[in-house]
């Protein structure tokens, strides 16, 4: 069974730009959860997708947003971007809302 | 106070020792609890589910403490393959559905 798969791998934006990152979870979930961890801290929630709704998000401001494709897919946009923003972004699908299974993130540089 | 704690480490351990970590959470409302294991520029790794009654896989055992509001991964035997750090990860109450993990428990055995 294919895991979570997330793209682009790597990401150099430059400060003010948009960044566009994409996930497709596990086939049969429909709960898409987007994290961020930045270098030498833990994972910080961001954003929850469940059949095409947002359903809760994390203390972000609004220049961090996405979407849920009819899919299951995601993708995060994040606006703005400044240079604080530079982190692994990782997405995890899970079938039930408890069990996460992640995918390999993608490593955003803002310079 | 951080709703969900660990200690950083790093725990250096022998082969074939046993090891234990713990994880605190201040919210007594949190309904499930997880650990997951993190390579070292990879992604979190689901390693075991935490019941209430304690559950074990191999050499390694969770449990939780409601009481005192915390929860414990025990590794017997420890291996060289072993070494990554150990997050902890408590679902928040209520529905919302939302995760905090810790700050992750630096692990290394030595050979």
């Known amino acids: 069974e294919a895991g979570v798969t997330q793209s682009p791998t790597h990401l150099i934006k430059t400060r003010g730009q948009q960044a566009t990152l994409r996930c497709s979870p596990i086939?049969?979930?429909?709960?898409v959860y987007w994290y961020q961890q930045a270098l030498g801290l833990g994972l910080q929630f961001l954003l929850w997708?469940?059949?095409?709704?947002?359903?809760n998000r994390g203390n972000f401001p609004p220049r961090f947003s996405g979407r849920q494709f009819p899919n299951y897919s995601s993708e995060l946009n994040v606006n703005a971007l400044e240079l604080e923003d530079s982190a692994l972004y990782l997405c995890?699908?899970?079938?039930?809302?408890?069990?996460?299974?992640f995918g390999p993130g993608t490593r955003l540089t803002v310079t | 106070r951080k709703e969900v704690e660990q200690d950083p480490g790093p725990f250096n351990v022998p082969e074939g020792a046993t090891v234990a970590f713990n994880c605190t959470y201040s919210?007594?409302?949190?309904?499930?609890f997880f650990w997951y294991r993190q390579d070292c520029r990879k992604e979190p790794k689901l390693l075991m589910s935490?019941?209430?009654s304690g559950n074990e896989d191999g050499r390694f055992t969770a449990q939780l403490n409601r009481a005192s509001q915390y929860i414990s991964l025990l590794i017997r035997d420890s291996k060289l393959s072993d070494s990554a750090t150990y997050l902890c990860?408590?679902?928040?109450?209520?529905?919302?559905?939302?995760?905090?993990f810790g700050t992750g428990t630096r692990l290394k055995v030595l050979a």
């Open positions: 995890a699908s899970s079938p039930d809302f408890y069990e996460q299974y």
């Open positions: 086939s049969g979930h429909t709960s």
């Open positions: 997708y469940d059949e095409g709704e947002e359903r």
């Open positions: 919210n007594s409302a949190s309904q499930s």
């Open positions: 935490v019941y209430s």
């Open positions: 990860a408590v679902n928040s109450p209520s529905g919302t559905y939302k995760y905090i």
